[in-house]
């Protein structure tokens, strides 16, 4: 079982959005890879305190289900320090929160931390931009992402890259 954790600053925008991307692609994927969906596992946390409890934000929920992707459940918490012996990979919405998580990460698990576009084709090693402060317009862009994301990563992960 590989478990995979998405990490963003609050926890309530990108990394729920992509971790429900990721779930529903893993699904998809398990109807023509035996057993994919049961094999992987997704959670999702925030580098900062500001939303600790709080759902998912209305705009990222609207996005996703416009689309056709199941209602997020949970609420927003930080990452914890048993997070980096507990997943395998942790994946960042982008370069500062990848930082934040780099100066914090126990050094054995540093080889865990990446972006998360870095499994996207033609996107690789961008970040996914914080669409909080903006318009829904913003949310749908940032789902594009996590579909290039997430799409790459299971397609990486079904072929044994890490």
């Not at 939303?51 to 209602?71: E, M, S």
């Not at 100066?103 to 996107?123: E, I, Q, T, Y």
Request: aromatic fraction near 6%; proline fraction near 4%; glycine fraction near 10%.
């Amino acid at each position: 079982m590989t478990k995979i954790l998405m990490v963003c600053m609050g926890n309530i925008c990108r990394s729920p959005m992509a971790r429900a991307v990721a779930e529903w692609t893993a699904a998809q994927a398990g109807r023509e890879v035996l057993n994919m969906a049961d094999c992987l596992v997704f959670d999702s946390a925030g580098t900062h305190a500001h939303h600790i409890g709080d759902r998912i934000d209305p705009r990222a929920a609207a996005a996703l289900l416009a689309r056709g992707y199941p209602q997020v459940k949970g609420r927003s918490r930080r990452i914890a320090d048993a997070d980096f012996e507990k997943f395998d990979l942790i994946l960042a919405m982008d370069r500062g929160n990848l930082e934040s998580l780099q100066s914090v990460c126990p050094a054995p698990h540093l080889g865990k931390l990446r972006l998360f576009l870095d499994f996207a084709d033609g996107v690789h090693g961008e970040d996914v931009p914080d669409p909080y402060y903006g318009n829904a317009l913003g949310f749908e862009r940032v789902l594009d992402f996590c579909e290039l994301g997430a799409s790459g990563l299971i397609r990486g992960l079904g072929s044994g890259i890490r």
